[in-house]
DNA sequence: ACATCATATATCCACTTGGTTATATAACTG
DNA sequence: CAGTTATATAACCAAGTGGATATATGATGT
């Protein structure tokens, strides 16, 4: 339910492959099992962190449990990166912008640096 | 670098602060450790897992290693959250979609289901 | 009631993680 | 040089994780 749960479940690159096979529909714990070289209580225990971080739910057909995807966590963490990322380009903008600043500025005052003087030469 | 470490990185509120910290502008690491109640070795493995992940890099000033933001990394865990987002979405369309066909196909050939019948109902 | 299939739980293990305190290193300052 | 400041490393610990195997539970079909 948290971005710390969210970000957790993903950081797992079986259970990236388990949500990206659900995607092609929803799924028995065995037929998700199938693909990996991995036996069923992990397959398991990688659906319960996801059906902790709200990623899936699961349903009842007879004897087996389906997964099926649940949007909404990944929407959520998709805000936080999606908002951040934006936050982060735009300081990098500035970075650039404020590092052009101070060259310019620099090749005024000291139109040629020769280096050998330079020992107190930052901040 | 990978996916892998990058979530496992952004699983950590400490280290999404620190994150949204560094949005602001670079920052040493006391300056970093100043807001929690923690110790500066504790930040400094933060820092070393923000690193790792490739979501942050270093510079030097004087006795300070300050921080900045590295969008790069983010970039790449957006792009695969910001894909899935999408994906999980048209899913969700397309399920919504079949459940109404199915509802209208059952309420043809069974116009009123009593429900004391319905033992067989699934599958 | 019983055998079977699908899934869950229990236990165990090696490894990682997030924190601590104490100490070492690195860069500056007088 | 000695002292100070900023950061890193080491050693340790409790708790969590990802895997295994063995067993229990739950639902169905006969």
Do not use: Y
Request: a positive charge; proline letters at 6%; aromatic letters at 4%.
């Amino acid at each position: 339910m948290s971005l710390d749960s969210t970000f957790a479940a993903l950081a797992d690159p079986t259970r990236r492959a388990i949500l990206a096979r659900l995607s092609l529909g929803e799924a028995s714990v065995n037929e998700l099992a199938e693909p990996f070289s991995m036996s069923q209580p992990a397959i398991s225990k990688h659906i319960k962190v996801l059906e902790h971080a709200g990623l899936i739910s699961r349903g009842r057909d007879a004897q087996r449990r389906p997964c099926r995807l649940e949007p909404k966590a990944l929407d959520e963490a998709n805000q936080w990166l999606e908002h951040h990322r934006a936050i982060f380009e735009a300081r990098f903008q500035r970075l650039d912008g404020l590092l052009e600043e101070m060259k310019a500025e620099r090749a005024k005052r000291k139109p040629a640096p020769t280096k050998s003087t330079s020992k107190g030469a930052r901040k």
